[in-house]
């Protein structure tokens, strides 16, 4: 061959095989509803999280990506309490009392116990969604 190149074919080849970059799977499993709600960093804690739950739940790349799939999901649930109680309302239903008692629809995170009272009504930051 001219340019002293004799296999060519073979020395591409080869310098390719060298370069391959393994990108690095992510391990960050979002686990939300579960027995708790947080991200894992191993799929048998998480497993266990989720064993005779309706847990949502997903492998991300990221801890970032992970964090954010429960806060949307957190929104998400949120968001579907807070339609159907503004249905409700606008259908004639009332408020039993201006008393806000959420503990009948929520279950104590294990994990979670630095704060063991809910927050009263006046303590909510409560924002409006933009009207449509």
């Not at 429960?70 to 309302?89: G, M, N, P, V």
């Not at 201006?98 to 994990?111: A, K, Q, S």
Request: aromatic share 10%; net charge negative.
């Amino acid at each position: 061959m001219s340019r002293g190149f004799t296999a060519f074919d073979e020395a591409v080849k080869h310098a390719a095989e060298n370069k391959t970059i393994q990108l690095p799977e992510g391990k960050y499993y979002a686990v939300a509803g579960g027995k708790t709600t947080r991200v894992f960093y191993s799929w048998k804690d998480a497993e266990e999280s989720i064993k005779g739950t309706s847990a949502c739940h997903e492998r991300f790349s990221t801890e970032q990506e992970a964090k954010q799939f429960i806060e949307d999901w957190k929104d998400a649930y949120a968001d579907t309490w807070r339609r159907a109680i503004r249905q409700a309302l606008d259908n004639g239903w009332r408020p039993k009392d201006m008393e806000l008692d959420i503990e009948p629809f929520l279950v104590r995170d294990n994990c979670n116990k630095e704060n063991n009272e809910l927050p009263k009504l006046e303590q909510l930051d409560i924002k409006e969604e933009p009207k449509q």
